[in-house]
């Protein structure tokens, strides 16, 4: 039986969250990359996808490992994206990591995004989006005309724009409290079901004041 990768990495942390299968120190079994470079739409690695095993054998008749044991001497992200020994043992993936880092930055200056992004473009959008709408909340001029109270008046008080514009900022919050829960979906950033299921709360009233209010993302 086989299932996607990000289950795999479900049922890994919940045999043992202190042990080197949880989310942070797991790798792909094909690529070696670690799960921040991993995406839904398999990122082009057949490891992706894997094949359904007994963790808690494997937990529970732990030896002595150099391969282990080289990896713990360092951070659990590796380097370039792989693990240590991957990285240590295949160098030239060290030097294609930054020859394709300097290819990414020349698309990013000349075109806007690079290859990446249709990697994952719901991540993209999830760091990007949540850091723009923090930055029209925070210096944003205008206010749309429908968050007053009498739209068809000509002109407004200071207490009137002071109303209308504490009712955008709010407005804008949950959106960015949607896209900051997508991003903690994605990281399994959550400990239990009951949060889990009220992040995905968050993520879709956020959404949805996205969604209405699409037409007022500008200042």
């Known amino acids: 039986m086989k299932h996607n990768w990000i289950e795999c990495v479900l049922e890994e942390t919940k ?57 713990n001497l ?19 993936k060290i030097v294609e990591f930054c020859f394709d880092e300097i290819k990414y930055a020349w698309q990013r200056v000349f075109r806007g995004w690079d290859d990446r992004v249709i990697w994952s473009v719901d991540i993209y959008l ?24 009498n739209p068809e008046k000509i002109e407004y008080s200071n207490e009137e724009h002071k109303i209308a514009r504490d009712k955008w900022n709010k ?20 400990n239990t079901k009951e949060e889990e299921e009220e992040l995905y709360i968050t993520f879709e009233k956020g959404m949805q004041s996205f969604t209405k209010n699409y037409f007022s993302l500008w200042d």
């Open 15 to 71: 045999v043992d969250d202190n042990s080197k299968y949880t989310k942070e120190g797991y790798f792909c079994s094909e690529c070696e990359k670690s799960p921040r470079l991993h995406t839904d739409l398999n990122g082009g690695c057949s490891g992706y996808i894997g094949v359904e095993r007994d963790y808690s054998k494997v937990l529970n008749s732990r030896k002595f490992s150099f391969r282990e044991w080289f990896d």
């Open 74 to 92: 360092f951070p659990s992200s590796g380097f370039a994206g792989y693990s240590p020994f991957y990285a240590f043992t295949h160098p030239h």
């Open 126 to 149: 999830t760091e990007k989006v949540a850091l723009w709408l923090k930055e029209l909340q925070d210096c944003k001029i205008g206010v749309p005309i429908r968050f007053f109270e």
């Open 171 to 190: 407005e804008l919050q949950v959106m960015i409290d949607g896209f900051s829960a997508s991003k903690k979906i994605h990281d399994l950033e959550w």
